[in-house]
């Protein structure tokens, strides 16, 4: 049974930083591709981030290239989203994902991903 457990969220005020942890058990972490998604009240989930297995190939929505950095620890089986210069349309539940298939994936798509975390909130004030 693979877990993701998501943590780190919180208040922070526009211009602050903040960054969430993903941790994950039940399969080797290594093998797993994992992604960074939030869901806006409202709105539907869409794609923040991903990285590879070995963190090589790392990919950003538009909307947080420059301002976020995913990165991952295989030794600790934990992916991090480090999000800096937030805005008030930065708030949502954060979600991460991980992908245990081989070959290729559109890392956006979250019928990509196999195994999702429960979410943590991110409130950005103006």
């Known amino acids: 049974q693979v877990q993701l457990v998501e943590s780190g969220g919180g208040l922070v005020q526009a211009g602050g930083s903040l960054t969430l942890s993903c941790a994950v058990s039940?399969?080797?972490?290594?093998?797993?591709?994992m992604g960074w998604f939030r869901q806006a009240l409202g709105k539907e989930r869409e794609f923040v981030g991903a990285?590879?297995?070995?963190?090589?190939?790392?990919y950003y929505a538009d909307s947080v290239k420059g301002r976020f950095t995913i990165s991952r620890v295989n030794t600790e089986n934990t992916v991090y989203l480090q999000m800096n210069m937030m805005k008030p349309e930065d708030t949502a539940v954060y979600y991460c994902a991980a992908d245990r298939s081989v070959g290729y994936i559109d890392y956006a798509q979250r019928r990509s991903y196999d195994y999702w975390g429960q979410g943590t909130q991110v409130t950005v004030s103006s």
């Open positions: 990285i590879s297995r070995t963190g090589g190939d790392i």
């Open positions: 039940g399969r080797t972490f290594s093998t797993l591709r």
